[in-house]
């Protein structure tokens, strides 16, 4: 067992070891970078940036591309209503709107109730 668990730890390390021998930094694709321009350390004159000179990420395209990401799903699309295209004045909830053409006038559904007798036999 320990000596199972020392081999893996020894082809781990070697691995490790190999990955970052070849990693090599100009085989990675370009990007816009980061915002830092040509800045420089003032001690040591060596560059601030990974990418000195390089754009921005965030573009103007990028920002567009970001504002028109949601534009389908968001946009109401309302069906036209041919009924709402008589209505004059909406004066507020519980009250008729004043509408275009002729009034027809609405009879309220009950014009007189019974009574239910409180002690039925």
């Known amino acids: 067992m320990k000596t199972s668990l ?17 990693a090599n ?15 420089v350390d003032p001690v040591k004159g060596q560059p601030l ?8 990420a965030t573009g103007e395209r990028s920002l567009l591309n970001a504002s028109a990401f949601d534009d389908a799903h968001v946009k109401q699309n309302l069906s036209v209503n041919q009924n709402d ?5 909406k004066p507020g909830a519980g ?4 509408v275009q053409g ?4 609405i009879e309220p559904p009950v014009k ?10």
């Open 6 to 22: 020392i081999l893996f730890s020894v082809m781990a390390f070697v691995l490790a070891t190999v990955v970052l021998v070849f």
């Open 25 to 39: 930094p100009g085989m990675l694709p370009k990007h816009p970078g980061y915002p830092m321009g040509k800045a």
């Open 49 to 56: 940036a990974n990418d000195p000179g390089e754009t921005n």
């Open 85 to 89: 295209q008589r209505i004059l004045e």
């Open 95 to 98: 009250v008729l709107p004043k």
């Open 102 to 105: 002729p009034n027809i006038k």
């Open 112 to 121: 007189e109730a019974t009574r239910a007798n409180a002690n039925p036999q």
